[in-house]
């Protein structure tokens, strides 16, 4: 497991680089669940400070992509079964109140407009796991940004980060669980402005992922 060296930048631009590098090589599965985080062994490849590298995990931890093991070592994050479980059943009540509050939104119409060019952005099944991974989880952040409740994308946001853990986590990653047929009918719910089958497709949606990233062979 290696990251690239980092060149030299202005104290906060390095930062946020350490922190972009490290994020990323979790995220593309350089580093897999359960992975030490050696302070000493990141500062030395990406040639920053320990410290720096210190700030840039404790911003991991935030996200949910970093947590602490046994003896306080820092490890990659990995979810159970029965978290995988509990954090699309907890995902399925903010997509559904997404949708509810973009159903009763005078600005449905352009809201279903945005929706279907994320669906066009959709990644197709060629592309990296990353793009598959940004590009599905960008189309669900709109949903929720859309319907207009700060609190409803925070609480979102707040869970990304163990998102990416479970898909990452998951096996078969050539599932259908992120393409665009699997999107296209929670649009076409909204568009038609019924509810019931807006929010029973997201839960079909939210459940299906759920069984489907729990079952993998890497959960616990």
Known sequence: MTVEPLASLDPRTLRERALESLRAAVLSGQYRPGDHLSEVD???ALGVSRGTVREALRHLQQEGLATTGNR???????LTAAEVRELFQVRAALESLAVREIISSPARESAVGALRKAL???ADEHESVSARIQADLAFHLLMCRLAGNSMLVEAWERLEGRMRVAILNG????????ARDRHAPIIDAIERGDVAAAVAVVEEHMAAAAEH????PSQG
């Open 42 to 44: 990141l500062a030395s």
């Open 120 to 122: 066009d952005d959709l």
């Open 213 to 216: 990233f729990a079952s993998s």
């Open 171 to 178: 096996a078969a990653w050539q599932a259908p669980m992120m």
């Open 72 to 78: 306080g070592m820092l490890r990659v994050s990995s």
